[in-house]
């Protein structure tokens, strides 16, 4: 299994030859807004999974794909958390301003209903602000349906294939930023952020549902602009 510090070590390194570690292949990198100017940039991430559970019990990577499942009845990634149960990959480059982008290839098994399968979370913010700047939610309708939230609807029909998500943030440190989501390269929403705080991306499955939520990833890339 790839190690955060093997990837990042990596990537350094693929940087390094002018061929970056997980670039997406050229037709998604296409699939980019003409005029911006992002740059790919390493990352490294910890797996968050039950705190009473081996990694491997929840989380495996074989042949550039990260698998990660979980079921509603799993304790939280850290004893005595309120929080519902998850396996993310969550990636230890903070921001509070600028511009950052997270890519990748998502499959979802049909019948999954709940997870939360990527998000921006919020540290560090205001009193009384939401923890979170975006969820992609997703719930078994229409053959599966990738939400942000309960309401805004990113796709549906995407049970058991391969689809390219893009969320684009440009942060403001001390106001409202705004958001792009992309599905297969088509800009699906723009929303605006919760306002100034310490963020990252997260993928996996942070499941509110009910049975085992499961979800893939591959060609997982980090952008900076």
Same mark, same amino acid.
């Given at each position: ?141 229409? $053959?599966?349906?990738? *939400?942000?939230?309960? =309401?805004? /609807?990113?796709?549906? #029909? ?7 998500? &893009? ?27 919760? $306002?100034?705080?310490? *963020?990252?991306?997260? =993928?996996? /499955?942070?499941?509110? #549902? ?7 990833? &591959? ?7």
């Amino acid at each position: 299994m790839e190690t955060p510090a093997l990837h990042t070590r990596r990537s350094v390194l693929a940087l390094a030859l002018t061929a970056p570690l997980l670039v997406a292949p050229a037709a998604q990198a296409l699939a980019q807004p003409p005029s911006a100017q992002w740059v790919s940039a390493p990352y490294s991430y910890t797996v968050q999974k039950p705190h009473n559970l081996a990694q491997s019990a929840r989380y495996k990577f074989e042949g550039g794909i990260h698998t990660m499942w979980v079921y509603d009845y799993d304790q939280p990634h850290t004893p005595g958390s309120p929080t519902d149960p998850r396996t993310e990959l969550r990636f230890n480059q903070e921001y509070t301003s600028g511009s950052r982008a997270w890519q990748g290839e998502i499959y979802i098994p049909s019948g999954v209903s709940g997870p939360t399968v990527v998000q921006i979370l919020r540290e560090n913010r205001p009193a009384g602000t939401r923890a979170t700047d975006i969820m992609l939610n997703v719930a078994n309708i229409n $053959g599966g349906t990738l *939400r942000k939230d309960s =309401n805004q /609807v990113v796709a549906t #029909g995407i049970y058991n294939k391969w689809f390219t998500i &893009r969320v684009e943030h440009t942060a403001n440190a001390s106001g409202r930023g705004a958001i792009r989501t992309y599905f297969n390269g088509s800009l699906k929403l723009t929303t605006q952020d919760e $306002g100034p705080a310490n *963020r990252y991306f997260k =993928n996996g /499955v942070y499941h509110h #549902g009910s049975g085992r939520a499961e979800a893939r990833f &591959r060609n997982i890339t980090y952008w900076r602009q």
